[in-house]
């Protein structure tokens, strides 16, 4: 069932965003060198990598790290990365992911393919068992500012709580943080 959800939400997402994702698409593309996405390499379900598409809001020559481990990530961003970001207008090619079946709109979010710690630590307590998420537990208590034992320990919440409420829940307190733009840091 919660494929099916995806699939609906998917495409009414995409109707309603299509003149968005045109406008950044175009925006992302005079402002800098490169394509305007940007193909990410990410873990998903079972710890199967997949290629993850954003907006490109870095650099093209960034590094292939988790945003904290750059030493500034201000400065590798952008004329419009920032504003993609704490907007999070970035993540809307992700839309993509979840028609293709590698996400789904609930779940953890997807890890780089070389975050070691936090795949380790998922695949210990059962959480690679999950669709990778456009939004999470994790991500509406706290985002960027958790440590990722933290994020982990919310993903195994959300492991055992995982229905259509609380999908529903999830999806509803993400509105309200990215309108606030609560817990973005980069």
Known sequence: MKRGVDLILALVALLFLLLPIIVVAVLVKLTS???????????????????????????????????HLLADPKS???????????????????????LVGDMSFVGPRPALYNQVDLITLRTEKGVHQLMPGLTGWAQVNG????????????DVEYLHQCSLTFDIKVLW???????????VSH
Do not use: C
């Open 173 to 183: 307190l993400t509105l309200v943080k990215v309108l606030r733009r609560d817990g």
């Open 76 to 98: 590798v961003l952008t004329p419009v990365g920032d504003f993609l970001r704490k907007s999070s207008l970035d993540e809307l090619p992700q839309l993509w992911s979840i």
């Open 33 to 67: 060198k490169g394509s305007a996405l940007y193909w990410s390499d990410r873990v998903g379900k079972h710890n199967i990598i997949f290629s993850m598409p954003k907006f490109r809001s870095m650099k093209v020559d960034t590094p292939a790290v988790a945003t």
């Open 143 to 154: 985002r960027d500012e958790l440590p990722i034992p933290e994020k982990v320990d919310l």
